[in-house]
């Protein structure tokens, strides 16, 4: 039978299946374990049969997400990937984030398209800085996120202190689920809070998928406490009572507002812990949830598809010369073959050929849900934040582009190469890999990055995909701002400021800064203009 949200029509199945997925990302600094905790997690899916797949990708050539000879040159993950995997009878969808020192534009583009994150943190080091500019990125959105201390099995910080950082670093209340005995060569295991039971942590060395030992005790003050745990046992006690007094008791509507974290503590490598944190995640995590379009709500059960792009990479794998649009599924099913209308340009297409990823692999999609993501390949026509559609025109909002904080001059050395970089940067800008500006005045091209390593990273596809070679020159420039406002003040702004003001790719208006000094003073003088640091792409 067919019902209806806010009048709209949706249907039973679309609902079962929407409740059963999980759409997430992992989030963390570098080396607290996001790979080995990922690799754990594929693990228990059935995805991957073999540990070491994924961490192959540090030692190997063959990994599992990286497409370009560049990762592979500097053993990282440049690019994301999705991989989708069965957990208890949930479709998991974990979207991988780029897992190296650097951040670009595309790690805020994946987070938008998950309903949570998880959040590793390495025992021994607490919150880090890339940790921080994530939580940032989840709190623009509420994204609901969970927990997970990693590396109890070696010398670490005090949990209590760790928890403390936690809700003082990232303004997140914490409430642990689980809580550590000992940690290093005195890690016993760790007490589940909500069960009662201790889950002894025994490793057998081999860092092997083991079945937990687990003793039930009937509340801190049983015996058998002492009895299993010796003198750990009045530490463990102490602990929880100051966490009670002091800690915050879970409450799920927080969580899903996202203001209070669950924690979990455990071992990735070990896969201790692993488990209960899979099992929590699917219980606590929320399933795909409405979205908001400019004309109104959402919801994902209805019937009429509906997606966004959020990631569109070009020549993913030399193997096939395309490129791939990735739609997260906001709405309806998805069918093979289905016509879809792309907002933008206001043309119907066939999705005859979207794939489903699983790391390296790609398999048809017979069928997709909200949540799922997808791939579209296609020759340029779809760009990141398109919105497609089956029925009715929607547009989705809030892909957003960040100003860059880094700056460089493009210098190509062979100048008869100039349509092919033009080419070349248009696409990978429309990829959401770089940005460019243009001076009004002159012929140059500026790119802009969140991290340096992009630069490297552009320099690399544009000699490997379009047989272009450039070297970079460096510039002054540390900020840019979008500009907006009344056109007399804007005209004004520009012919007095010729060689700061460009363009960008959308022909959006910007300036750039030589430091945060002139910005501020800048923003004084010209008080009827909007000096704008995030930009919803333009759909124009
Ligand atoms: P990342 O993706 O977040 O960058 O981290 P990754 O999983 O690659 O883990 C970083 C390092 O931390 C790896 O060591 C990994 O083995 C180790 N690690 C992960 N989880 C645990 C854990 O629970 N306990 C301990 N003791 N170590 C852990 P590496 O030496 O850099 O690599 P490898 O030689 O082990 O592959």
Redesign the pocket.
């Known amino acids: 039978m067919t019902g209806t949200v806010n009048n709209i029509p949706t249907a039973p199945h679309i609902r079962r299946e929407v409740q059963r997925r999980r759409t997430f990302a992992i989030i ?10 990922t690799e754990k997690l594929l693990l228990f899916g059935g995805a991957i049969n073999l540990a070491g797949a994924v ?1 192959a990708k ?2 190997t050539k063959h990994t599992t997400s990286d497409w370009m000879e560049i990762e592979r040159q500097r053993g990282i993950s440049v690019t994301s990937s999705v991989m989708n995997f069965e957990f208890n009878g949930f479709s998991m969808n974990l979207l991988d984030t780029p ?1 190296h020192h650097d951040f670009s534009e595309d790690t805020y583009r994946v987070l938008t398209a998950v309903d949570s994150a998880l959040m ?1 943190i390495d025992s021994a080091k607490g919150v880090e800085t890339q940790t921080k500019k994530l939580m940032d990125v989840c709190r623009m959105r509420n994204t609901p996120i969970i927990t997970f201390i ?5 010398e670490g910080r005090a949990p209590l202190e760790l928890i403390d950082e936690i809700e003082q670093h990232l303004g997140i209340e914490c409430s642990p689920l689980s809580w550590p005995i000992g940690m290093g060569k005195s890690f016993q295991g760790v007490y589940d809070i909500q069960e009662g039971l201790i889950r002894f942590f025994r490793s057998d060395g081999n860092k092997n998928v083991r079945p937990q030992d687990t003793v039930t005790v009937f509340g801190l003050d049983d015996p058998a406490l002492d009895k299993h745990l010796g003198e750990a046992a009045a530490d463990l006690r102490n602990e929880i009572e100051l966490l009670d007094g002091a800690g915050f008791p879970f409450d799920h509507k927080r969580y899903l507002a996202g203001q209070q974290t669950p924690v979990f503590f ?5 896969n201790f812990g692993v488990r209960e944190l899979l099992e929590g995640f699917t219980s606590l995590a929320p399933a795909p949830k409405a979205r908001a379009a400019t004309t109104r709500e959402v919801s994902p059960l209805e019937e009429n598809f509906s997606g966004i792009v959020f990631k569109v990479q070009a020549n993913m794998d030399p193997a096939h010369r395309d490129r791939i649009a990735f739609v997260r599924i906001c709405s309806g099913q998805f069918n093979r073959g289905m016509k879809l209308q792309n907002q933008r340009l206001g043309k119907h297409f066939k999705a005859a050929n979207a794939i489903f990823f699983m790391a390296k692999n790609r398999s048809g999609v017979e069928e997709a849900w909200p949540g799922d993501i997808i791939g579209l390949p296609n020759h340029g026509s779809i760009r990141v934040g398109d919105t497609l559609y089956s029925d009715e025109p929607l547009v989705f909002p809030g892909i957003p582009h960040f100003a860059p904080e880094f700056f460089r001059r493009i210098i190509l050395r062979d100048p008869f190469k100039a349509k092919q970089l033009e080419k070349g940067l248009t696409q990978l800008t429309e990829e959401g890999a770089i940005q460019y500006f243009r001076p009004v005045t002159g012929r140059d091209y500026i790119l802009g990055a969140i991290g340096v390593l992009q630069f490297e990273i552009i320099a690399a596809r544009l000699a490997d995909e379009y047989n272009v070679h450039v070297t970079y020159g460096q510039l002054p420039y540390q900020r840019v701002r979008w500009l907006t406002g009344d056109i007399k003040a804007l005209k004004r702004i520009a012919e007095q400021n010729q060689q700061a003001i460009v363009k960008d790719a959308d022909d959006c208006m910007a300036m750039l800064f030589n430091s945060d000094w002139q910005l501020t003073k800048t923003t004084e003088d010209w008080s009827d203009i909007k000096f704008i640091d995030t930009r919803e792409c333009v759909l124009s």
């Not at 963390?28 to 905790?37: E, V």
């Not at 990693?150 to 070696?154: F, Q, W």
């Open positions: 963390s600094h570098p080396d607290a374990g996001k790979t080995t905790l961490k540090k030692t897992g590793v990693n590396k109890l099995d070696r455990g071992s990735a490598i070990n």
